[in-house]
């Protein structure tokens, strides 16, 4: 398990490259693509396809699990619980240096690129009020509530920055606790608090072999800032608000 996995139930590293344009329609850029990754990646074995999207994936039910799925305009892809973040890493390569050029993708094509990092943490407890006590309570927007007769039901925080001047690199660190509406006081649900930290390169590109460089860019960005800032001040207040309960 990777040091960041080990603070957390489950944790993946995913990788979106968007898109301007559609993607081909046609099976064979597709199968062909697909079957490319196979051999660089022999755990993807099977095709699964849904209204949105068309994936290649790994045993599903296994604890760590690899996938990469297409949509009309972006290309996904993700390596949960792996053990490593190198280990990782080499999907989101691997698809970097093949789907270009098996799905005519041109530099001008490329919308953005992101890679994040998910966080999954259990708990039994009310997640958003977990949320709410690690994170707002005593600072003047968890002042909104009083807490002697509110009951916090939607607390996600969404913090965006940019990394660099003309805001080409940018990041964002979010909290989510997937609330649903209507649902009685002290609803658990099955679902846990998820805190994502996603590093967005923007395009278009002026040439494809910038991708390598641009994917190591925002692995170093991603690794800096969850050492540094996501896990000290997003991960364990709520563990150690958990483990308050």
Request: with cysteine; net charge negative; charged share 25%.
């Amino acid at each position: 398990m990777s040091a960041f996995g080990s603070l957390c139930s489950d944790f993946c590293v995913n990788q979106k490259i968007a898109l301007k344009l559609d993607l081909p329609e046609s099976r064979e850029p597709t199968l062909e693509l697909f079957d490319r990754l196979r051999l660089q990646l022999p755990r993807l074995t099977k095709v699964r396809r849904t209204e949105h999207e068309v994936a290649l994936e790994s045993i599903e039910g296994e604890r760590e699990f690899l996938w990469v799925a297409l949509r009309q305009t972006s290309i996904r892809s993700g390596h949960v619980n792996a053990i490593s973040t190198s280990d990782a890493y080499k999907i989101h390569r691997a698809v970097l240096g093949t789907a270009p050029w098996f799905l005519s993708i041109s530099p001008l094509d490329i919308d953005h690129i992101e890679l994040i990092f998910g966080f999954d943490i259990d708990t039994a407890s009310h997640r958003d009020g977990i949320v709410y006590e690690a994170l707002l309570a005593n600072s003047p927007l968890g002042l909104l509530l009083d807490c002697d007769q509110d009951e916090p039901i939607d607390v996600q925080p969404f913090v965006g920055i940019a990394l660099t001047r003309g805001r080409e690199l940018q990041a964002s660190f979010e909290v989510k606790t997937r609330p649903q509406i209507g649902r009685t006081s002290g609803s658990l649900g099955v679902d846990p608090i998820s805190v994502y930290l996603t590093v967005r390169r923007t395009g278009p590109l002026a040439s494809l072999d910038e991708l390598p460089t641009i994917f190591a860019t925002l692995c170093g960005h991603a690794e800096r800032l969850a050492e540094q800032r996501v896990i000290p001040y997003l991960v364990m207040p709520i563990r150690q608000a958990i483990g308050a309960e």
